[in-house]
């Protein structure tokens, strides 16, 4: 019994240590983009992980997202986001992990989740998710402003 709770703390301690690196790796990455840091920033992604932005149309593998980001960072009129929430998960194995966290922006409030995976024993980001929040009382209102450009994505995209 000794054993088994002696285990139980290594695990528990072990995941809250794989948590505060994968914590520390987003911070770094939102830092870097801050900083206009473009190596820094895209050496955080796995080989082939995806960014999904706020826009319809931003759905791209990392090279695609690199081209699109470079002259942002080439001019220093990169973006900055902090978090100020975050819950990360980790599966059995310790060798992926997925989060959420709430961001402050220069577009307000923002949600960001994604998907980390171990690359040769360092975390890395394969999946990104961005997303803008809107107020529950304000949704029709934004549905409103969006509608006739998001209408006619659809339409190209059917």
């Known amino acids: ?4 709770l002696i285990l139980i ?5 072990s995941a809250n240590a794989q ?4 914590g520390k790796v987003l911070d770094d990455w939102h830092k870097a983009a801050a900083d206009v840091k473009f190596e820094a920033y895209f050496d955080a992604f796995a080989k082939d992980a995806v960014y999904i932005g706020t826009d319809a149309a931003e759905n791209w593998k990392v090279n695609e997202f ?7 960072f080439d001019k220093g009129t990169t973006w900055n986001f902090k978090a100020v929430e975050r819950t990360i998960f980790l599966s059995p194995d310790g060798k992926l992990a997925w989060f959420d ?3 402050d922006t220069q577009m307000k409030l923002c949600r ?3 998907v980390l995976v171990k690359e040769n024993g360092k975390w890395k980001i394969a999946h990104y998710v961005l997303s803008m929040t809107v107020p ?4 029709d209102e934004v549905v409103r402003v969006k509608a006739m450009l998001e209408d006619a994505y659809l339409k190209r995209k059917s």
């Open 9 to 13: 703390s290594f695990l528990a301690f």
């Open 19 to 22: 948590k505060a690196d994968i």
């Open 1 to 4: 019994m000794k054993y088994l």
């Open 66 to 72: 690199k081209a699109w980001a470079k002259p942002y």
């Open 101 to 103: 966290e709430l961001l």
């Open 136 to 139: 529950n009382d304000n949704v």
């Open 112 to 114: 960001g989740s994604g």
